[in-house]
Nanobody
Framework: QVQLVESGGDSVQAGESLRLSCQVSGDIYSNNCIGWFRQAPGKEREGVAAVYTEGGRPYYAISLKGRFTMSQDNAKKTVYLQIASLKPEDTAMYYC??????????????????????WGQGTQVTVSS
C-alpha cells in the first residue's frame, strides 16, 4: 500500500528553523521523484523542491531557493525538508508527494504538482512574528 506520511510541522517564531520529514511506504520510493509542496491559507498549492531518489541534486522552485534544503535517507525511504530562517509567509500546510514511477525520466524531477500522483496528508507549519 502506497503511503506518504509527513511530520515535523510546528508553531515557531520567525527566524527559527524546522526540519520536515516524509516517510514513504509501498513500492514507489526507488527510481522515482519525491517532491515537497506547500499551501498557505487562501492560496494555491505551490511547489517547493523535488529529488530523484537514486541520486542527483534536488530541484528547487526558483522563488524559494536559498532557505530550503531537501535531503534524503534511502535506507529509511524518507525525504526531508530543512527550512531555515522561517518567516510568517512560510506559514502553510506542507505536503510531500510521489510521482508515478513510469512517468519519470531518470534523474529529472519537475517541481509541479501535476506531475505527482501520490500525496500525504500534510504537516502544518505556523510562523509567528
Amino acid at each position: 500500500q502506497v503511503q506518504l506520511v509527513e511530520s515535523g510541522g510546528d508553531s515557531v517564531q520567525a527566524g527559527e528553523s524546522l526540519r520536515l520529514s516524509c516517510q514513504v511506504s509501498g513500492d514507489i520510493y526507488s527510481n522515482n521523484c519525491i517532491g515537497w509542496f506547500r499551501q498557505a491559507p487562501g492560496k494555491e498549492r505551490e511547489g517547493v523542491a523535488a529529488v530523484y531518489t537514486e541520486g542527483g541534486r534536488p530541484y528547487y522552485a526558483i522563488s524559494l531557493k536559498g532557505r530550503f534544503t531537501m535531503s534524503q535517507d534511502n535506507a529509511k525511504k524518507t525525504v526531508y525538508l530543512q527550512i531555515a530562517s522561517l518567516k510568517p509567509e512560510d506559514t502553510a500546510m506542507y505536503y510531500c508527494a510521489a510521482s508515478s514511477r513510469e512517468a519519470v525520466i531518470p534523474g529529472v524531477c519537475v517541481v509541479a504538482e501535476q506531475k505527482y500522483d501520490y500525496w500525504g496528508q500534510g504537516t502544518q507549519v505556523t510562523v509567528s512574528s
